[in-house]
């Protein structure tokens, strides 16, 4: 499956942005789908995933939504009141393990996008 990424871009502190992961190649639905971030000088992190509901890193919840629609191949993440600390290069990413895998880990997923810039001014 390739995985594109976009609507990254720059916005102030207290802001909102919606990335937009296309999918193509194979039957979206048959895979599991996640958010990862990495920073300046950082290593790459975990954000959220999706099979059927959400699950978010706790320094994201309550402040990102990631939803799929699948009639559309499209993945998304919503992210409101934005800090500065959210600036980084967001990936998505499409694991085909079972409902038994977290997804929070790198080595969990199998195909990635190329990612999409979040600057977050203060």
């Known amino acids: 499956v390739q995985l594109q990424a976009s609507g990254g871009g720059l916005v102030q502190a207290g802001g909102s942005l919606r990335l937009s992961c296309a999918a193509s190649?194979?039957?979206?639905?048959?895979?599991?789908m996640g958010w990862f971030r990495q920073a300046p000088g950082k290593e790459r992190e975990f954000v959220a995933t999706i099979r059927w509901s959400g699950v978010y890193s706790d320094s994201v919840k309550g402040r990102f939504t990631v939803s799929r629609d699948n009639a559309k191949n499209t993945l998304y993440l919503q992210m409101n009141d934005l800090k500065p600390e959210d600036t980084a290069v967001y990936y998505c990413a499409a694991s085909s393990r079972d409902f038994r895998s977290l997804l929070m880990r790198e080595g969990e997923y199998d195909y990635w996008g190329q990612g999409t810039k979040v600057t977050v001014s203060s």
């Open positions: 190649g194979r039957t979206f639905t048959k895979y599991a």
